[in-house]
């Protein structure tokens, strides 16, 4: 997606094992959201910063899933502990106010 | 709790065919209604609607809001296979929610 990038693009991990995933603006957009998607759904709303603000994260499943943008730019989503529930394809997508927001290519977490 | 509900889930129709896409919003202090396209990759941004009555078009797509009943449709006339993808409908506020999507499905 155009000015997202995040990484990994794969992500195979043992039950257990903490993960970070991350999304990196590539210019400064104000809003910066985080989705999980299941395959042939729409993305679930998990978390969504201003800046380095986190506004809202009434969508993280459970305390296993944190979030942090600490500078406004780069954010990093956690997962303790992963269960292999917490497999999907995780999505970053930001966006400059009341606009369009683009998303990037996202991270498929396999946990195993 | 903001929501967003689109309709049919999923459809199949024959290549040249028209669609029409549903989405309705409950979204509290309601900005603007977005829709996307998604194929195997990240969705793609088709339309935003802020206002109501004004439709938004490119190409064959096409798109509508209504923000006294609360809802927006997307039309694609004469479809084509590369059509198929699965179309999403979000609502925004302070933040994005999107509905479940609608798969669509072009025979040819």
């Known amino acids: 997606g155009a000015g997202v990038s995040q990484s990994p693009r794969y992500k195979v991990t043992k039950r257990g094992q903490d993960v970070a995933l991350r999304c990196d603006p590539i210019?400064?957009?104000?809003?910066l959201y985080w989705y999980r998607q299941a395959l042939g759904q729409g993305p679930e709303f998990l978390t969504y910063f201003n800046y380095e603000a986190q506004q809202d994260k009434s969508g993280l499943p459970n305390d296993r899933f944190s979030a942090e943008r600490p500078e406004g730019s780069i954010s990093t989503l956690t997962i303790q502990r992963t269960e292999q529930r917490d497999s999907a394809m995780y999505r970053c997508a930001v966006q400059w106010g009341n606009t369009e927001a683009f998303f990037g290519q996202g991270t498929r977490l396999t946990v195993v | 709790e903001d929501k967003v509900v689109q309709s049919p889930l999923s459809l199949v129709v024959h290549e040249g065919d028209t669609v029409t896409l549903n989405c309705s919003y409950e979204v509290t202090n309601f900005r603007s209604l977005l829709w996307y396209k998604q194929e195997k990759k990240a969705p793609t941004f088709l339309f935003m609607l802020t206002s109501s009555g004004i439709e938004k078009k490119s190409g064959r797509l096409s798109s509508i809001l209504d923000k006294k009943e609360l809802f927006s449709i997307l039309n694609i006339t004469a479809t084509q296979t590369g059509d198929s993808a699965i179309y999403l409908c979000a609502g925004y506020n302070d933040k994005i929610i999107f509905g479940k999507g609608t798969r669509l499905h072009i025979l040819p």
């Open positions: 210019s400064g957009h104000v809003s």
